[in-house]
């Protein structure tokens, strides 16, 4: 049954774009009203409510939320987290409670960060609103960085460098702030050695839906930290968080190898995540992998193109015949072994370390690619790609992205089923489909994170599909999304939705958490959020609170 309605939430996925606003808002009217009184009161308070000011605010990365249903009535710009606390304590504190959400980059894909009728905070202001240093802080001695919630992961890893130091955890893409990525997981081919972002924090500065500002950790306040961590928005806006630091390398080998069969890749990938040994187990930093449908994918990925390309044109000749020999589908291990700088592994090292892999892993002889690059480029390789579909005006489109959690023992299931199935069936549309597995130990159970726990390793599957021409492509990747659904639903494959969206609540409580989660989670909005102001685009929770979160 749980598996049943787990793939049939991904149906809603077509159908609720463009969702009037949530139950419970305030009138634009009374929302301004509010916003001018706090502004009489409060020194320094400053918002908007111009029309450009609100469109900014009413789309994100994933252009799938209708702008009208998703504006907001003001956009309010902090100097400091004081004045984010007086809005949320004005909020709490009115007879209709208005919506507040958090934008950073408004990176989220469906809608997160909006704040329908109510208001969305540009966290940006912060670091604009005083010394910039004071929001970005390196302790050497304390081997930690303390990082504004509106600080992008880039600038954290430039300011650590400088130091010799480096965080442990990242995401691919390294322009997202803090604050957005610790309220999901935060996740990459180091999640398997490291654990997610969000458990490789030791301090948070929280402001909960009450306006109450709050300093927790594991030792002091942990059910907020666990709370907020993975919590989707609902429990608090993040302003600090204080972030471990551990030697930095200098260089990264960075290692490209094509498969013509899921088995192999994924055992491969296995093997060198396996934390209880073997020849290849540690060898890698990264581990990550995708799956290549069309010949030019793995070619022409905007997602991981250095400045220099992996491979020649007689390269990619090749590999079109071998995806044609394969029946179309190839797939990529990709991998990166650190060394050098401030770490303890040697040239020499590093060396031997890449031929062992290159000798034990079961790839297709002959398409091991590999390059040499800075740590930096390695971690911001995605940037390059970015810049040059801005400069194309193929970055601001709609991206109708999927993304699952899937045990180990059914991905070669989802593999048939997906890979070689719906994905070939419904060609069309660019952007990487990543596959890659995951140690569930390295997660915190206690955080609001919702991932597979009943198995050891767990895989990660993104289908990461941009669409460039717009309304019709969006409508055919939404059908890809909604036969990923009905496939799992038929084929019995439980599924886990990461950066989760879903209808209603009811589908949020049944589906995503579960009873047991379920219960928890709204007992901690109940807690720290009890009028329902944070987030309320998700539709997880509306004002007032249902009886059932009692």
């Known amino acids: 049954m749980m598996v049943a309605m787990a793939a049939a939430a991904l149906l809603f996925l077509i159908a609720t774009t463009g969702l009037p606003p949530a139950s419970g808002s305030a009138t634009s009217a009374a929302v301004i009203d509010e916003l001018r009184t706090l502004a009489v009161t409060t020194p320094g308070v400053r918002f908007r409510t111009d029309a450009d000011a609100l469109a900014l605010a009413s789309t994100d990365f994933g252009a799938n939320v209708s702008a009208p249903s998703a504006r907001p009535a003001a956009v309010f710009y902090p100097s400091t987290p004081a004045d984010i606390a007086a809005l949320l304590r004005a909020s709490s504190a009115s007879a209709n409670p208005f919506p507040v959400s958090a934008r950073g ?67 691919d893409y390294l322009h997202l702030t803090v604050g957005g990525t610790l309220s999901n997981a935060g996740i990459s081919g180091q999640a398997f050695r490291h654990g997610p972002q969000i458990s490789n924090v030791l301090e948070l500065d929280v402001i909960t839906g009450t306006g109450e500002m709050v300093t927790c950790s594991k030792d002091k306040g942990a059910d907020l930290f666990d709370a907020v961590l993975g919590g989707l928005g609902q429990f608090g806006i993040i302003t600090r968080a204080r972030i471990p630091l551990v030697p930095a390398p200098a260089r990264a080998r960075w290692v490209r190898l094509l498969y013509t069969d899921a088995a192999a890749l994924t055992g491969d990938q296995e093997r060198l995540i396996d934390e209880r040994g073997g020849a290849l187990a540690g060898l890698m930093d990264y581990v990550e992998g995708s799956v290549l ?52 592994t040697s040239d020499e090292d590093v060396d031997k370390s890449v031929e062992v892999l290159l000798r034990e892993l079961r790839h297709a002889r002959g398409f091991a690619f590999v390059q040499d690059v800075s ?44 890979f070689h199935g719906v994905l070939l069936r419904r060609q069309g549309g660019g952007g990487p489909v990543l596959v890659y597995p995951m140690n569930r130990g390295r997660w915190d159970a206690e955080t609001s994170a919702v991932f597979p726990r009943e198995e050891e390793v767990f895989y990660t599957v993104g289908i990461l599909r941009s669409a460039v021409a717009g309304g019709e492509e969006v409508r055919r990747m939404e059908e890809q999304n909604a036969e990923v659904g009905r496939f ?42 009890p009028s329902a102001i944070l987030s309320r685009g998700q539709r997880i929770f509306s004002h007032p609170l249902a009886p059932a979160c009692a």
Request: glycine share 12%.
């Open 488 to 529: 799992c639903a038929g084929a019995g494959i439980p599924c886990t939705q990461y950066l989760p969206h879903y209808a209603t609540q009811a589908e949020w409580a049944a589906t995503h958490f579960g009873p047991g989660r379920w219960d928890a989670f709204a007992q901690r909005k109940r807690k720290y959020d």
């Open 293 to 344: 449908t069309d010949s030019q994918g793995l070619i022409g990925s905007w997602r991981s193109q250095p400045p220099s390309s992996f491979f020649s044109e007689a390269d990619a000749a090749r590999v079109a015949e071998l995806a044609k020999k394969a029946g179309g589908v190839l797939y990529c291990l990709e991998g990166a072994v650190y060394y050098g700088g401030a770490g303890d």
């Open 375 to 418: 740590y930096v480029g390695f971690l911001d390789r995605v940037r390059a790609g970015e810049l040059k579909l801005r400069d194309a005006g193929l970055w601001d489109v709609p991206h109708p992205w999927l993304n699952l959690f899937l045990p180990r023992s059914r991905i070669l299931d989802f593999a048939a089923g997906v």
């Open 105 to 171: 980059c408004g990176h989220s894909t469906r809608g997160q960060a909006t704040a329908p009728g109510g208001v969305v905070v540009d966290m940006a202001s912060l670091a604009r609103g005083g010394s910039r240093d004071a929001r970005l802080v390196v302790s050497v001695e304390g081997r930690y960085v303390d990082a504004g919630g509106e600080q992008m992961w880039v600038d954290v890893l430039h300011a650590a460098l400088a130091h010799g130091l480096t965080p442990r955890s990242w995401t």
